[in-house]
C-alpha cells in the first residue's frame, strides 16, 4: 500500500516536497498518480506518472509549478510542488496500478490502491 509524507503547511509561492513510497513493492512495476482533494470538493488527478515509458500527466492548474519523478535508489515516486498557491490546498493522496488496461492515466477510478493521504496546506 502506498504511503504518503511531506505535506505541511507553507506560504505562497513557497514549495513543498511529497513522497510516496510503498515497502511491499517495487513502484517501479507501477503507475502511479498523485491526487488531492479540497473540502467540498471531488478528488481530482495532480499528477501521474506511467509504469513503462514515464509518460507524464499534469492536470492544467499545475503544469509549470508541479514535477513527478521516480527515485529509483529509494523506491519513491516524489512531487516537486513550486509556486504554491492557496488553491493548492487539500488533502493529497498517492494511489498506485499495476496494469492500466486502457484506462485513462491520471483518472481517480483508474488506481486501485490508495495511500491515507497527506495534508497540504497553503496560507499566509
Known amino acids: 500500500q502506498p504511503v504518503e509524507s511531506g505535506g505541511g503547511l507553507v506560504q505562497p509561492g513557497g514549495s513543498l516536497r511529497l513522497s510516496c513510497g510503498d515497502s511491499?513493492?517495487?513502484?517501479?512495476?507501477?503507475?502511479i498518480g498523485w491526487f488531492r482533494q479540497a473540502p467540498g470538493k471531488e478528488r481530482e488527478g495532480v499528477s501521474c506518472?506511467?509504469?513503462?515509458?514515464?509518460?507524464?500527466k499534469y492536470a492544467d492548474s499545475v503544469k509549470g509549478r508541479f514535477t513527478i519523478s521516480r527515485d529509483n535508489s529509494n523506491n519513491t515516486v516524489d512531487l516537486q510542488m513550486d509556486n504554491l498557491k492557496p488553491e493548492d490546498t487539500g488533502v493529497y493522496y498517492c494511489?498506485?496500478?499495476?496494469?492500466?488496461?486502457?484506462?485513462?492515466?491520471?483518472?481517480?477510478?483508474?488506481?486501485?490502491?490508495w495511500g491515507r493521504g497527506t495534508q497540504v496546506t497553503v496560507s499566509s
Open positions: 494511489a498506485a496500478v499495476e496494469f492500466l488496461f486502457g484506462q485513462p492515466l491520471c483518472a481517480v477510478p483508474t488506481f486501485g490502491s
Open positions: 506518472i506511467a509504469r513503462v515509458g514515464g509518460r507524464t
Open positions: 511491499g513493492s517495487n513502484l517501479d512495476y507501477y503507475a
